[in-house]
């Protein structure tokens, strides 16, 4: 008997009683590698020491104090650090919550620059299909995930959804990434002007696709060509790396790889690693300028942003990746990772395709590797290769409707940055072991 709206309410949850390091456990003393780290959020594993010790140093000195009367030194700091190592033009971070708010927070930049600037008759959002930006009306209006999406249509705000950048998926055969990238670039460039540029007022994407398509990379040189459009354009150009940033990619924001630095970045799970609820919004210079020379203000703010313990969390997190060098772990792990996902799936018959970047990787199952064909959605696979990951001790973030949010399964693996080669063995093989039952039930 529970009294929680759970996310299924007829599941039988096991109760999760502690954790250390890669492993979480639960009540009845079972230890599970947790491999993706809930949504791609437990960066450094569990109970780690120096987080903990901050958040208690946090909590003895100030817990808490409302942002319209004061600002603390812990925000501030963790502020200073983000701006620091931000990609070229970001000049202030605001923080919130989580990954919606951040989307929301977002949201309300772009169009409040706009009026501030004099073009306020800027305001549609083009985004793309399959993605996924958030629960909350304004960031679920912004993804592009039809599932989550149906029956809330009626409460969204009109957004604009071109195609993604999904090889495995969308790439012709026999066309190059160049050419490929610059199809599915010109999409966005087709859609601006269908809408009117002098009305378009952001273009939002995850750099590298999460939750709703399984760790899907921008192909060849997309990311420069989207910049350079919504530069013609003058459309601001927001990265939601609430998923894949912070670290998870082998750089501490995964659009450095790419070449390219964005209006806005929203980032959140990476960023205070699960040890408190953080997220927040990087604002480039001009747009943090048009606020200062104009109202003075941005109009929004809930009663958490900037919440202390969150940001001494979150700054503990991101000295103890600095400190101990773990983008180098990131780096090397993932490439062991894309190694021994290709040698225990490279030729599985119901393994289409394995992708992704640094410590965020995804394996795509298909019922026909010739034809791509995807398992009857009825059969529920992703649900079943979870289930039986678990019951193998190993936690990952297998999803349903990977191609158009009815159709597709794929498997989502986000190991800690801490993690060690002998650990993303035990994920491979723990891995293979459950899709193989799955695949037989
Ligand atoms: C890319 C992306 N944006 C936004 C969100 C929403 O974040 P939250 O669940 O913290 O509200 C998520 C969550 O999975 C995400 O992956």
Redesign the pocket.
């Known amino acids: 008997m529970t009294h929680i709206l759970h996310r299924q309410i007829n599941a039988a949850l096991s109760v999760a009683s502690g954790g250390k390091g890669i492993e979480l456990f639960d009540s009845n003393g079972r230890a599970y590698i947790d491999a993706s780290g809930g949504?791609a959020v437990s960066c450094l594993g569990h109970g780690h020491p120096d987080v903990i010790a901050a958040m208690h140093r946090q909590a003895d000195t100030l817990a808490y104090a409302h942002t319209s009367f004061f600002t603390s030194d812990v925000a501030e700091a963790l502020a200073d650090r983000l701006v620091a190592d931000a990609p070229a033009g970001i000049s202030h971070a605001y923080f919130v919550s989580?990954?919606?708010?951040a989307?929301e927070a977002a949201l309300k930049m772009a169009r409040q620059y706009f009026v501030e600037i004099g073009q306020p008759q800027r305001r549609n959002i083009i985004a793309r299909k399959q993605s996924?930006?958030?629960?909350t009306l304004g960031?679920l209006a912004t993804g592009g995930n039809e599932w989550r999406r149906a029956q809330f249509r009626p409460l969204l705000i009109e957004t604009h959804h071109i195609d993604p950048c999904f090889a495995y998926r969308f790439q012709e055969a026999g066309e190059s990434d160049e050419d490929y990238a610059a199809r599915a670039a010109q999409a966005l460039e087709d859609r601006i002007i269908e809408l009117g540029p002098e009305t378009v007022m952001a273009f939002v994407a995850?750099t590298v696709v999460?939750?709703t398509a399984g760790a899907v990379p921008p192909v060849a040189d997309y990311l420069r060509r989207i910049r350079d459009i919504c530069d013609r354009y003058g459309v601001l150009l927001l990265l939601?790396e609430?998923?894949c940033g912070m670290g998870r990619t082998g750089t501490l924001h995964a659009c450095e790889q790419d070449g390219v630095a964005p209006d806005l970045m929203?980032i959140?799970?990476g960023l205070g690693g699960g040890y408190q609820p953080i997220?927040a919004v990087l604002l480039s210079q001009k747009i943090f300028d048009a606020f200062a020379n104009g109202s003075g203000l941005f109009q929004h703010g809930h009663t958490y942003i900037c919440h202390p313990m969150a940001c001494a969390a979150a700054l503990a997190v991101q000295d103890v990746i600095a400190r101990d060098r773990l983008l180098d772990n990131v780096k090397a792990m993932g490439a062991h990772l894309a190694r021994r996902l290709g040698e225990r799936f490279g030729n599985h018959p119901h393994v289409g395709d394995i992708r992704g970047r640094g410590l965020f990787m995804g394996v795509e199952l298909v019922e026909d590797r010739s034809t791509k064909q995807p398992f009857d959605p009825k059969r529920k696979l992703h649900a079943r290769i979870k289930k039986a990951a678990m019951a193998n001790g190993l936690l990952v973030y297998p999803m349903g409707g990977t191609i158009d949010g009815a159709s597709g399964d794929h498997v989502l693996l986000a190991p800690p940055f801490i993690c060690d080669e002998a650990a993303i063995d035990a994920t491979v093989e723990r891995l293979g072991d459950a899709i193989g039952e799955a695949l037989r039930g």
């Open positions: 949504a989580g990954g919606s708010e989307v996924y930006h958030g629960n960031a995850e999460g939750a939601d609430v998923m929203t959140a799970k997220g």
